[in-house]
């Protein structure tokens, strides 16, 4: 069974250009996240969704960045634009369910913006 | 907020040993605790998942224990490997918004 495919795997813009990453989630997972993760911590929530529907949006910084996940399969995450803080690694992840369902990652998409 | 903290930060042992990883939380009320592991520029591969009615769950040489009550969860693996270095991190899933928190991670080094 195929996991969680991103991507790119690494990608180099100059700020203020766009980028947009790409996620497939295993399949038959409604639930799918993307988080940003910076050197040496923790990832974090950006986007929670459920099928199509975003259900937790909280942290993504909205005049910037975007999500979208059509047909509630795959989901793409766009910046636009891009600043130089926003140099980190974006992971996809998605799970069975929202409650109780194991996470699974992707190999995650390298930013670096220069 | 819940807040997931891991000590040590990073650990340094020599092969064949057992290695203790430490995760604590501070709210109790979660739906599950997960074990990840991260290698060098990859993303995180689950190790381990305990529901919040469990006690531990085990795979192979991988014990995980979860003290609900008391906001603590250790990993345990034992006889160390050099293919064990890596950084471990644990996440708490809320169960008031199935928010997941994120410790920083422990990262291993395994000595041949």
């Known amino acids: 069974e195929a996991g969680v495919v991103q991507s790119p795997r690494y990608k180099i813009i100059e700020k203020k250009q766009p980028v947009a990453f790409w996620c497939n989630p295993i399949s038959g997972h409604n639930t799918l996240y993307w988080y940003l993760q910076n050197l040496g911590q923790g990832p974090e929530l950006l986007i929670r969704y459920e099928n199509e529907e975003a259900v937790d949006d909280s942290q993504l910084p909205k005049d910037r960045f975007s999500a979208e996940r059509l047909k509630g399969v795959d989901s793409t995450l766009k910046i636009q634009p891009a600043e130089l803080g926003d140099s980190a690694v974006y992971l996809c992840?998605?799970?069975?369910?929202?409650?109780?369902?194991?996470?699974?990652f992707g190999e995650g998409s390298r930013l670096t913006v220069l | 907020k819940q807040e997931v903290t891991q000590i040590p930060a990073a650990l340094s042992v020599p092969e064949g040993e057992n290695l203790v990883l430490n995760c604590s939380f501070t709210d109790s009320a979660i739906y599950n605790l997960q074990w990840f592991r991260q290698d060098p520029g990859k993303g995180l591969t689950s190790l381990l998942l305990i529901q919040s009615s469990q006690r531990e769950q085990t795979s192979g040489r991988l014990n995980a224990s979860l003290d609900k009550s008391s906001g603590r969860s250790t990993l345990y693996i034992a006889a160390s490997q050099p293919g064990d270095s890596a950084t471990y991190l644990c996440a708490v899933k809320s169960s008031n918004d199935y928010k997941l928190s994120f410790g920083a991670g422990t990262t291993v080094t395994v000595r041949a």
């Open positions: 992840a998605s799970s069975s369910g929202a409650s109780t369902g194991e996470l699974f």
